[in-house]
């Protein structure tokens, strides 16, 4: 479990199933996805990250409030294969009734913390669809510049963010 100021990110299981296709469901999520997000898809975004959990000690996790325990979206470390190299990467969603109030740079940041102080990967990613404007923003805010674009399979352009593990250290001296 990691802890934020206002947020607790947990392991996902079985019974996070009705909050994440909640989360999964919503509308500008579905905008950015190529596919909707049925029951059974649901169920594999969970599964997935269990085994994740086991294999690798990292996945998707919850993200709740800590003051409610409500989960209103995901945030985590996964591999992802970004413009043809398996890549680790920050991916984040966020309930829109939720969003423009820091919740994804925040559970992204722990994230990435976690990360730099838990794996030996000297660079982390998040790459997003360039239409998607608040999760680049995102990107940023938790470290990230720029690194790459390419056409995907949907024939849109990705753009790959990156923060190094000297980026990282140069922003925990300065206190961010």
């Not at 029951?39 to 690798?56: L, P, Q």
């Not at 976690?114 to 990613?125: C, D, L």
């Not at 674009?149 to 024939?155: L, R």
Request: proline residues 2%; hydrophobic residues 35%; negative net charge.
């Amino acid at each position: 479990m990691i802890t934020t100021e206002r947020l607790i990110l947990r392991e996902m299981d079985d019974g996070d199933y009705e909050a994440l296709y909640r989360v999964l469901d919503d509308s500008d999520i579905r905008e950015h996805y190529p596919y909707t997000f049925d029951e059974a898809r649901v169920r594999r975004w969970i599964s997935r990250n269990v085994e994740r959990y086991r294999i690798f000690g990292f996945g998707r996790w919850a993200v709740c409030l800590k003051d409610t325990g409500e989960m209103i979206g995901d945030c985590g470390l996964t591999m992802q294969n970004i413009n043809g190299m398996i890549r680790p990467e920050i991916g984040y969603i966020i309930l829109s009734e939720h969003r423009r109030k820091g919740y994804a740079a925040e559970a992204a940041r722990a994230v990435r913390d976690f990360a730099f102080e838990n794996t030996p990967f000297g660079v982390v990613y998040s790459y997003i669809k360039s239409t998607n404007t608040a999760s680049v923003k995102t990107a940023q805010d938790y470290g990230c510049k720029l690194v790459e674009e390419y056409t995907d399979e949907e024939n849109e352009i990705t753009k790959v963010f990156a923060v190094t593990r000297e980026e990282w250290e140069r922003l925990k001296r300065q206190g961010e």
